[in-house]
């Protein structure tokens, strides 16, 4: 049987998983995912097995408006319901808790096949907008 654990985000979390997509600079995403849960930031952990699957959090950046991070380990292909299903609910459950009307995120373009599944619509292209000028994709989901 599969064990899974959702646990509090740490920010040390980020060093500890095996990462999907490799990241140029740890610490400046360590930086921009900091959550403040004394303003109604949430972020989790998810663990099978003891093996981080995935980090994700919502912070609340305008009256009704969140804004979505996750980072993937290389075991969310292994892992792609219970991946889907965890952070489906966790999408909702936060939108209704903070009364969000409408949540964005930014995506790299292997994963927007994923994020069209969790109901997410292509908003715009973020052109060349990352050190190595690649594209992200900004994405919204209404609620």
């Known amino acids: 049987m599969i064990n899974v654990k959702i646990i509090p985000f740490a920010v040390d979390h980020v060093d500890l998983i095996n990462h999907k997509i490799k990241y140029p600079n ?4 360590k930086n921009e995912i ?9 972020g989790v952990t998810c663990l099978i097995d003891d093996r981080i699957i995935f980090s994700c959090g919502l912070k609340r950046i305008n ?6 991070w996750v ?12 991946t889907y299903k965890t952070i489906k609910n966790l ?13 964005q995120t930014t ?11 969790l109901g997410f619509e292509r908003e715009s292209v973020l052109r060349q907008v990352k ?7 900004f994405y919204t989901k209404f609620y």
């Open 71 to 82: 980072v993937p380990s290389i075991y969310c292909s292994t892992y792609k319901v219970i």
């Open 107 to 117: 995506i790299e373009p292997e994963f927007v096949k994923w994020i069209e599944f």
């Open 91 to 103: 999408l909702e459950k936060h939108a209704k808790e903070f009364r969000l009307h409408r949540i």
């Open 26 to 29: 740890i610490a400046e995403l």
């Open 34 to 42: 900091f959550i403040c849960e004394d303003i109604g930031e949430k």
């Open 63 to 68: 009256a009704g408006v969140g804004h979505v």
């Open 131 to 137: 050190a190595d000028k690649t594209d992200l994709f």
